[in-house]
């Protein structure tokens, strides 16, 4: 199985600042045939389901805010939100679609205002 | 507008069993792979099973294979869990989610339930 391990497992960030979560794989989820990287981000706010971030490693959802952002490539992989707002408080999770099953997550990255 | 809209949580003894359900509407429902992932206390997310559009492929967490079996009905839209020999380590929310693709292979989940939550 492919384990996904996700730093730092918490951080605070001022309103308007950077947050930038970063994300690695046991091994690499770049498909060769198709130069696509299988790993998404999902936004987990309390009392919500999970929301669909990211896929494709940098390709955003419908409707996401242009602030977030992934990139990476590999085994290495970064969420980064370019201007936090108060509605952005969450946990954040990377998922791996390359080797199924089992999909697997990272263990998440709570995401608070400093 | 995708809802899906799971049920049948509850409180349940450990080796007992337990049947949820997640109504799906929105969307044409037979032309998505299904998955169900939980959230244990205080826990991240654990994919448990997914199931192809057809029925045709099942895939399950070793946590959970030879317990729990994952269905679905797509004249009723609706995906199903049946939970045997539960275990106190299977209290959890349960979410049902959406694949964007159809088979069960090598998709990510682009539309959630809000969850049931099963206390073992």
């Known amino acids: 199985d492919i384990v996904m391990t996700q730093s730092p497992d918490s951080l605070a960030v001022s309103l308007g600042e950077r947050a930038t979560i970063n994300c690695k794989s046991s091994q690499s989820v770049l498909y060769s045939s198709n130069r696509k990287n299988y790993l998404a981000w999902y936004q987990h706010k309390p009392g919500q389901p999970p929301k669909l971030l990211i896929y494709w490693a940098s390709t955003r959802e419908s409707g996401v805010p242009d602030r977030f952002s992934g990139s990476g490539s590999g085994t290495d992989f970064t969420l980064t939100i370019t201007s936090l707002q108060a509605e952005d408080v969450a946990v954040y999770y990377c998922?791996?679609?390359?080797?199924?099953?089992?999909?697997?997550f990272g263990q998440g990255t709570k995401v608070e205002i400093k | 507008e995708v809802q899906l809209v799971e049920s049948g949580g509850g409180l349940v003894q450990p080796g007992r069993s337990l049947r949820l359900s997640c109504a799906a509407s929105g969307f044409t429902f037979d032309d998505y792979a299904m998955h169900w992932v939980r959230q244990g206390p205080g826990k991240g997310l654990e994919w448990v099973s997914g199931i192809s559009w057809n029925s045709g492929a099942v895939d399950y967490a070793d946590s959970v294979k030879g317990r729990f079996t994952i269905s679905r009905d797509n004249a009723k839209n609706c995906l199903y869990l049946q939970m045997n020999s539960v275990k106190s380590e299977d209290t959890a929310f349960y979410y049902c989610a959406r694949d964007f693709d159809r088979w069960l292979v090598q998709g990510y989940f682009d539309n959630w339930g809000r969850g049931t939550l099963v206390t073992v």
């Open positions: 998922q791996q679609y390359f080797s199924t099953p089992p999909w697997t």
